[in-house]
């Protein structure tokens, strides 16, 4: 039997220099091609779920392996196979980066200390930026893209690592309804190709209509876990975060 | 090394000095400034300045403390940062404050049991009394800084455009980082004595904004600044030394007249501002 891609068993996670642990005894175990919707009330420890899951948040106690490594003990290595689209960022139009420069970084973990990227390198971002349509934009300075540009070059920059797994956290605050459909399809697209997507959102319209897994997190602990309708998505988490 | 182009030794030591302050701060200044982290320069240059005012109460090279103290400081920057779960900057905040107290004190207690000395090389820099040996590891700090740069460029990049992005892609960002304080540390202390503890600050940051000013990537950043510093402080050398003024401040205040031109003239500002 093939093991899952993310293993989580009992962990406990606390950010540095605070020993109050902001997960609590989590089990999750996510497989390939997995479509897992992360929902639940502020401050229920969503992010932090994810910053756990590619180590980029202690684990004090408990097991976590993620593409058959240790997170504990292998946390930049795991990050190098695990994508990851951050929430809240903004880039100012002083930004002297382009397009392409930034979706380039996304393989630079991949890449290696003291080693130049090589023109595989760039087709990979060069695809990556095709699969989500901002090709045309690849020579403009990031900082002066709209949000939704700006969100999706970050989902390319992902995506050009070759990940294995795809974390996002708020993929779709910045995007228009169009936007967020173009956006579902290339997430789809990934699902289908195996790599399980692990979101936390609180916009559901436009979910794809494949089995959706939907896990509710509620003071650090996921407090239901089922496999529903991407109809039925929003309707569930209103009963289960009340009763959370 | 400029001795065939000028044959005064003094003005040749000072333009040296000069060149290569300016090469090394103002390369440092393109990444700190671009990562919000202004006050490592600022925090990096007191604790010289400490340093050097605990040589000189020890009766030790001042140089030479300054390079211990500042390292020393470097090295806790980012450990106390992560442990305090403290941002960057209140840490550096902290350190700076601590670093003033230890070098006024000291200052302060060896004006009052007479043993004269003078901070005021330490406070706004002296380029006409350096020692070759200073020079000689001023150019070794620079030719450093430049090989860190293009060494790690592109782990560097990705810093300045988001650490926590860069952290997420895999890539070995606090190496970088602590590399990074490391050779602050050293080109600041370095450039105490030439520059000053309280007018470094200009060079770590006003050409890097000057270059920001024009500048669309970050590959350009890194020669405009280098040229606008060193451009400058040439003219300064020249200046201080044709009408009798002192060279860093005056340096200090033309690079501040040059960052006010190149707003007024920025044309990235006004792309940027049509755009939005």
Known sequence: MELSLIELEGIYTAYEGDDKPIIKDLHLSVDRGEYVVIGGPNSAGKTTLLESINGMVRITHGNARVCGLDVRSCGAEVRKKVGYVIQNFYFDPFTPFTVEQVVMMGHYGRIGLLRRPSEADRAAARRAMGLVGIEGLAG???????????????????????????LLDEPFSNLDFRAREDLQGVLLDLARCGIPIVMVSHAFDGLPDIGIRLVVMNSGRITYDTKCKAGDVECILRQECVVG | MLEPLIQNNVVCHAVEAMVFASIACSILGVIISRMNLSSIGITMSHAAFAGAAIGMYQGVSSQIAAILFSVGVAAIIGPVSDKAKMAADATLGVLFAMSMAVAIFLISYMEYMGKGLSASSLLFGDVVSLYREEIYALAAVSAVTV??????????SAI??????????????????????????LSVALSLNILGGLLIFVWLVTPAAIAGQFCFNVKSMFIVAPLVALSTSAFGVWAGFEYTLPIAPLVALILTGTFGISVLFSFKRRISAKMH
């Open chain 2, 160 to 185: 300045m455009f988001n650490m926590k992005i860069a952290e997420a892609s895999g890539m070995q960002v606090r190496v970088v980082y602590y590399i990074l304080l490391f050779i602050i540390a």
């Open chain 2, 147 to 156: 090989l860190f740069v293009m060494a790690f460029y592109k782990e560097i």
């Open chain 1, 140 to 166: 403009k300075a990031i900082g002066t893209l709209s949000g939704g540009q700006q969100q999706k070059a970050m989902i390319a920059h992902n995506i050009a690592k070759g990940p294995e797994i795809m």
